[in-house]
């Protein structure tokens, strides 16, 4: 037997009929009518909903499991271990100055020489760390001299 990906919609299937249906709501009951296009989407709202809360309270079920673990913990760790249930990576930004001597050699052709003035050099300086991203920097150039 051939088996195949190919969806098969019914022959009966009508996404615009209009159904009605029961709602309890409390000691209310209404009968509404909507297109089974519109109860397709509320059902899978419902789904989604139903997976997250699930999630949720998986996660809070660990959550209450550690408790009386969190009584002979440091903070820092009480606040990653929690932080590692709920998949949360927190970020804290630390400012920084660096103070940094840059040498190097500028080659000028012998007809520029006479009008070359190194402080109207343009230095393009990258601030980049391996490990961390640095997303706000300012680079000033205080001071250019030849040697």
Request: one cysteine or more.
């Amino acid at each position: 037997m051939e088996t195949t990906n190919e969806i098969v919609v019914p022959e009966h299937y009508n996404p615009n009929q209009l159904v009605t249906y029961k709602v309890i709501n409390g000691n209310e009951t209404t009968y509404p009518t909507s297109k089974v296009t519109d109860i397709e989407w509320k059902l899978e709202n419902y789904r989604y909903i139903n997976n997250r809360l699930s999630e949720y309270s998986s996660k809070a079920t660990q959550l209450q499991e550690r408790l009386a673990d969190y009584l002979e913990m440091d903070s820092e760790d009480i606040v990653s271990d929690i932080c590692s249930i709920f998949g949360f990576n927190p970020t804290k930004e630390v400012e920084f100055e660096a103070t940094a001597t840059i040498t190097g050699t500028i080659t000028i052709p012998l007809a520029d020489v006479a009008d070359f003035d190194v402080n109207n050099v343009d230095l393009n300086i990258d601030v980049s760390a391996y490990s961390y991203e640095i997303d706000d920097y300012n680079v000033e150039v205080d001071y250019i001299a030849t040697l």
